[in-house]
Antibody, heavy 118, light 113 residues
Framework: EVRLEESGGGLVQPGGSLRLSCAASGFTFSSYYMYWVRQAPGKGLVWVSQIGGDGSDARYADSVRGRFTISRDNAKNTLYLQMNSLRDEDTALYYC???????????WGQGTLVTVSS | DIVMTQSPDSLAVSLGERATINCRSSQSVLYSANNKNYLAWYQKKPGQPPKLLIYWASTRDSGVPDRFSGSGSGTDFTLTISSLQAEDVAVYYCQQFYTTSRAFGQGTKVEIK
């Protein structure tokens, strides 16, 4: 059974940092692109970042480029999102998700909530 | 970057009736080398992660009821729920996979009339 479990969310002041983690199990982690997707309260889904199975091909939404860094540790089956210079508008539920052969996102975690507020 | 626009923003449909959601991309998401449209549809219910319904614009994911269907090509796509059930109340999103921006549409809220 595929499982994705996010952690690391919490309350942080504007300008602060957080590192999200996503523990994956039930599949060959290194074989899949992985994503971070977020949903702000009352808003829609927003793609944040992606990374290739071997850690290459890291991409970012314009709104987070230069502030967020995606990475992965295939030995630990874990995906990360380092978030720096956080802003109020980064407040959201952050989902970790697994690619479906380049055609969609097939598996999602339950999400971890990030709240940026003073 | 590709922009995905859904219409309508919301719709109310009677139980058993058809619901139709449209999604338009600002540029084609049809990859000519394999003739596949890089377009997916999701269902999102409160308190739950999104669920993949359709990929390649028209292929239902495993376990998705056949009342859900996807159609379209190039820049214009449609998600149809042929006979709306109470459990289909949700927000539906399209997403393109043609470019690395992986943009979502803004979502369409489906309710019971």
């Amino acid at each position: 059974e595929v499982r994705l479990e996010e952690s690391g969310g919490g309350l942080v002041q504007p300008g602060g940092s957080l590192r999200l983690s996503c523990a994956a199990s039930g599949f060959t982690f290194s074989s899949y692109y992985m994503y971070w997707v977020r949903q702000a309260p009352g808003k829609g889904l927003v793609w944040v970042s992606q990374i290739g199975g071997d850690g290459s091909d890291a991409r970012y939404a314009d709104s987070v480029r230069g502030r967020f860094t995606i990475s992965r540790d295939n030995a630990k089956n874990t995906l990360y999102l380092q978030m720096n210079s956080l802003r109020d508008e980064d407040t959201a539920l952050y989902y970790c998700a697994r690619d479906h052969g380049g055609s969609g996102v097939e598996y999602w975690g339950q999400g971890t909530l990030v709240t940026v507020s003073s | 970057d590709i922009v995905m626009t859904q219409s309508p923003d919301s719709l109310a449909v009677s139980l058993g009736e058809r619901a139709t959601i449209n999604c338009r991309s600002s540029q084609s998401v049809l990859y000519s080398a394999n003739n596949k449209n890089y377009l997916a549809w999701y269902q999102k219910k409160p308190g739950q992660p999104p669920k993949l319904l359709i990929y390649w614009a028209s292929t239902r994911d495993s376990g998705v009821p056949d009342r859900f269907s996807g159609s379209g090509s190039g820049t214009d796509f449609t998600l149809t729920i042929s006979s709306l059930q109470a459990e289909d109340v949700a927000v539906y999103y399209c997403q393109q996979f043609y470019t690395t921006s992986r943009a979502f549409g803004q979502g369409t809220k489906v309710e019971i009339k």
